[in-house]
């Protein structure tokens, strides 16, 4: 009888671990899927994480003419890019933690709330390219290029 309860044990450990797996497989094609649905209308798409906290959420983000989306399956957000009052790229997050030699931060201030986005380096350079770093005061209103 012992046997069977560590059998079960056993079982119910693999069983969690897979659905973990499986959750997190499932989340990264709902966000592709939405990466392709914004890839048409939009100049760049890529895959970020969103930082709240000390939390990461990995998110789908795109930029229009005159919008950067951020969605996953559980979050749509948007700025309009004229509402944004600093864009800027760094090496870590606001908070001072260090996010890895490969990765850069998208920081944008609007109205005196911050959001950060952890993007790749190569990522980050198209997104500099396309949305220029600016502070507040330089120019009246953020454009995409």
């Known amino acids: 009888m012992p046997e069977l309860a560590t059998v079960t044990v056993v079982g119910v450990i693999v069983l969690a671990a897979l659905t973990v797996i499986f959750l997190k497989v499932r989340q990264k094609d709902l966000t592709g899927a939405m990466m392709e649905k914004r890839r048409a209308s939009s100049k760049i798409v890529s895959r970020a994480d969103y930082v ?26 948007s700025f309009e890019l004229n509402r944004l009052d ?34 790749d380096q190569a990522e980050a350079a198209k997104w500099a390219a396309a949305l220029p770093a600016r502070t507040y005061g330089n120019q009246p209103s953020a454009k995409a290029v």
């Open 86 to 119: 600093e864009i800027e790229y760094a090496e870590d997050l606001a908070t001072g933690r260090e996010i890895g030699a490969s990765c850069r931060v998208l920081r944008l201030r609007s109205h005196g709330a911050t959001f950060e986005f952890v993007l």
């Open 52 to 77: 709240e906290g000390a939390e990461k959420i990995p998110v789908a983000l795109s930029l229009t003419a005159d919008c950067l989306y951020y969605e996953n399956p559980d979050l749509e957000a």
